[in-house]
């Protein structure tokens, strides 16, 4: 196979507010320019970022739940612009989503039961209701959950877990090409992720491909096999997780990865990181301006990094959008 | 070491229509004088409970069943409200969870942190506003901040306006409920590093919730393992994080991923429910190590070493 399975290519996105009366016209770009590749052959991608990087933002791109300002989303090769009605339900069945709020997502309504039979009812899974049960089951039974004590119970009787793994069973029911995860454990306990992640991992060797979107370096080195580092709404760096969390080039993902707090008392930060660098979020301003959008907090910054914007560049074994590292080859 | 507040046997629970919720269910430690006491365990424990017991904050249908509260020579919990307003924010102010989403939208931040300050002493409105400037700036925040609204600002930002609400009248004890969940990984470091900055400079105590225990290790200096309404372990940061003693401990620290150690292991089964806590031990339906004492009799909190109290029977008899 010689296709990809998802490309973005140059995708921008510009959320424009329009003026009205006293409210004032006011456009942010919260992509820009991002270009992003999934093979087919089974992987997890993490997409790394703060708050208000974009990360969401190209989740719901790819999902089709907002349309690109510009640039191309490509499914296997196809356009998803120029889709149709009948293109986009099969591609529903093929990429599927978990959400980070395991409380939002279902309706307090119906049983649990609802989610997977939907499912099951929508895309024709089954020939019959035994079949459809045994599915069931055994879906459950694949993320550790038991039927029986699941099965009948309304949403505010599961806890946050067992409602995200719940959702996991839906993953595995349909077995997609793609799960694109946004934060789904940030609301779960630390004891429970561990589980939920090597789920994700069984999921890759039955042929799930993930993109896995999140805040949290540790997760992303945990579960990855790439990361894409996302920083106001452009790609900064992108290679394998080992290399890219190992030795990092960019500075904003030096900064990321010295910040994440270290579970050893013996190692504990050395430096402290200046409020000011951090100061009033200029970060988010920087994007469509002209310079590096990290100029404002970079340590190493030079005078033509005002001026100009560094695009990525291929290097040895990954991509950066630095100057220095530019220099430096 | 002198104990700047200590609890004894505090109990806090819920009423439902299944009995009493024992969220929180005979919680005993003391927290010394200019330390940063860590408070850990998964959500649901009572961690936050507790903290809402300690500052006699618990809403209906909670009630603080028994216990004591012993802070600057009197016991909070028996005090008469407006006596405990008086200590309150002066003496002992909270960094509530979820702080980002504490603050008033419709006010600026300077008239929200005025109006604790005026409610709180008999300072007049312009030193008010000084207060104000200077405690923003303390944070690492400029003077302008105080103009703004909280939507102006991101949630790390907000978190850092209540952590300066919570210390411009400079309390000798600090309470953070939570303080960094939710952020990004250098908004909390920032916070983080804010909170012990303080710590120093003020010579402030500070107790501080948090769920990751990676948190724990970078400032804390001492830290309690909380588990289903009960402390399991209290010690010192480096002892507990080298050699834990209970087996809870110990699958919390196996939980952690970190970027040292890429294999994790998650604690099998779930947590108790606080309506029915399991009998004996409540940590036994999980543990690895049972013995048959485990599911009879509940282990109390005793010493093992110096500063390190484990509650679990495969240690000490």
Redesign the interface.
């Known amino acids: 196979m010689t296709e990809k399975l998802l490309q973005l290519e140059k995708v921008t996105k510009v959320f424009r507010r329009a003026g009205l009366g006293l409210v004032r016209e006011k456009s942010t770009r919260a992509l820009d320019e991002i270009s992003l590749t999934m093979y087919p052959e089974p992987a997890i991608v993490a997409l790394v970022g ?3 990087s974009g990360k969401t933002t190209v989740c719901r791109l790819i999902l089709g739940l907002k349309k690109a300002s510009s640039g191309q989303i490509l499914y296997k090769d196809r356009d998803v612009s120029q889709w149709l009605e009948k293109d986009w339900k099969n591609y529903r069945k093929e990429v599927q989503i978990v959400f980070q709020d395991p409380y939002g997502t279902y309706n307090p309504f119906y049983r649990v039961d609802r989610v997977l039979w939907t499912v099951i009812k929508k895309f024709h899974l089954t020939s019959s209701d035994r079949e459809s049960r045994q599915l069931i089951d055994e879906s459950l039974e694949a993320v550790g959950l038991r039927p029986r004590e699941i099965l009948g119970r309304y949403p505010h009787q599961l ?4 409602r995200q793994r719940f959702m996991l069973a839906r993953i595995y029911l349909m077995k997609p090409n793609l799960l694109v995860c946004d934060e789904p454990v ?1 609301m779960i ?7 939920f992640l ?1 789920h994700l991992r069984d999921f890759k060797k039955l042929g799930i491909s993930c993109l896995y979107i999140t ?5 992303a ?2 579960i990855a096999d790439s990361v894409v580092i996302l920083c106001s709404g452009q790609i900064i760096e992108s290679g394998k997780t080992e290399s890219v ?1 190992t030795d990092p080039l960019h500075p904003y993902t030096k ?3 010295s ?8 190692k ?2 050395t430096e ?5 660098s ?4 200029k970060l988010g301003k920087g994007a469509g301006e002209q310079g590096c959008i990290f100029y404002d907090r970079c340590r190493y910054a030079m005078a033509k990094c005002e001026k100009k914007r560094p695009s990525l560049v291929k290097t040895k074994d990954r991509e950066v959008a630095c100057f220095l590292t530019l220099e430096a080859n | 070491m002198q104990a700047i507040l200590q609890v004894e046997n505090l109990r806090v629970y819920f009423t439902t229509i299944e009995g009493d919720c024992k969220s929180v269910d005979g919680v005993s430690f003391r927290v010394y004088n200019k330390e940063i006491l860590g408070i850990a365990g ?3 424990c009572g961690k936050s409970t507790l903290i809402e017991g300690i500052l006699r904050l618990v809403k209906s249908p909670g009630y603080i069943k028994s216990g004591k509260v012993l802070f600057a020579g009197s016991d909070l919990l028996r005090l008469k409200e407006r006596n405990l307003r008086k200590i309150r924010w002066k003496e002992l102010s909270y960094i509530p969870q979820g702080c980002m989403n504490a603050l008033n939208p419709v006010l600026r931040i300077e008239e929200q942190i005025v109006d604790g300050i005026v409610t709180h002493t008999d300072l007049s409105g312009e030193k008010a506003k000084e207060m104000t400037s200077s405690a923003l700036n303390a ?4 003077s302008e ?1 105080a103009g703004m609204y909280p939507h102006e600002l ?4 907000r978190q ?1 306006v209540a952590i300066a609400m919570s210390t411009c009248l400079r309390p000798s004890l600090v309470l953070a409920d939570e303080p960094v969940t ?9 916070n ?3 909170i012990a ?1 303080l710590k120093e400079r003020f010579g402030m105590t500070v107790v501080l919730v948090a ?5 724990h ?3 804390c200096d001492r830290i309690c393992i909380m588990y289903a309404g009960r402390l399991m372990e209290i010690g010192i ?2 002892q507990l ?1 080298q050699k834990p003693l209970h087996p809870y401990t110990k ?3 196996e ?6 150690r ?1 294999r ?4 099998a089964g ?2 108790p429910s606080p309506l029915n806590w399991p009998r004996g031990c409540r940590f036994h339906p999980r543990c690895p190590f049972q013995k048959e004492v485990c599911g009879k009799k509940e282990p109390v909190l005793r010493e093992v070493g110096s500063e390190h109290y484990v509650a679990c029977h495969l240690y000490g008899d």
């Open positions: 703060e708050s208000g806890s946050g877990g067992e940030s306990d630390a004891a429970l992720r561990a589980m090597d805040h949290d370096l540790n997760i080195y945990f969390v900064e990321l990865i910040s994440i707090p270290n579970p050893d008392p013996r504990k930060w402290k990181l200046e409020a000011e951090v100061g009033l979020q | 998964e959500s649901g944070v690492g925040m400029p901040v991101s949630g790390g930002m850092r939710a952020l990004d990984v250098i908004m909390q470091r920032l983080l590093q804010t900055e769920h990751d225990m990676a948190c290790a970078e400032i940061v480096d994080f699958g919390l620290l939980a952690v991923p970190s970027l040292e890429r994790v292991k998650s604690i779930l947590a």
